[in-house]
């Protein structure tokens, strides 16, 4: 039996969850791209999370995070299970979405941490060889939300959430770095320099133009 994990409130977290075998169930469309962003929206709004970036590849997603009130492991749980039932109704599956192993949780005690991870996060379709510039990954990433305060909308899924449900007919999001990081202006200037230093160890064979609407989202 694995040891409890300490919940202390005013913590940054890296979240990630990998997909069942490493299938790309989270390979990107629009309406994949629409229901993450509906799922992780909803449940931040819900715990009250503060989400920084997150970026959602083909078999997995990394998220960072601050938890002002130690909810990371309600949040968790409610954020896999809403996207995973909403996926599995896009695919037309009935097995798990998500690896057996547990949900990774990576306290990121300080700020250069956090930092490190934001970069990792942004970039992390550049250094998985599939695109050139993260602005082409087809993809929810939100680098460049977040590097110019533009908030984001999804729409209630269709293929799974009620219409007359209690869930909203939409909501947004605004990635934000929070006041307890520091003054945000030199935050985003070294964010925007050492993601614009990230460069794909080769030419990567083709890369995948974003769609219209999810363009550097």
């Known amino acids: 039996m694995s040891l409890p994990r300490e919940v202390i409130p005013g913590r940054f977290y890296m979240v990630t ?26 449940t931040a709004q819900r715990f ?3 989400v920084l970036l997150t970026c959602a590849m083909s078999n997995h997603h990394h998220t960072v995070i601050f938890d002002r009130h130690g909810n990371v492991p309600a949040f968790t749980e409610r954020f896999h299970k809403l996207l995973a039932k909403s996926q599995n109704a896009l695919r037309g599956r009935w097995e798990n979405l998500w690896a057996s192993e547990q949900v990774c949780v990576v306290s990121l005690v300080e700020p250069t941490d956090v930092m490190h991870k934001l970069v990792y996060v942004a970039t992390n379709p550049v250094k998985d060889h599939l695109v050139e510039k993260v602005c082409h990954w087809p993809g929810v990433n939100g680098l460049a939300a977040l590097l110019s305060g533009r908030t984001l909308e999804a729409t209630r899924p269709r293929h799974f959430f009620r219409p007359a449900g209690p869930m909203p ?5 605004t990635f934000a770095l929070p006041p307890e990081l520091g003054d945000s202006q030199p935050l985003h200037a070294e964010l925007r320099a050492q993601v614009a230093a990230v460069k794909p160890p080769w030419p990567p064979s083709a890369c995948a133009p974003a769609p219209a609407s999810w363009a550097g989202a």
């Open 48 to 50: 009250d999370i503060a």
């Open 169 to 173: 007919a939409a909501v947004t999001l």
């Open 17 to 42: 969850r990998r997909c069942t075998q490493r299938q790309f169930l989270l390979r990107p469309d629009e309406e994949t791209n629409n229901s993450f962003l509906y799922c992780l929206s909803k």
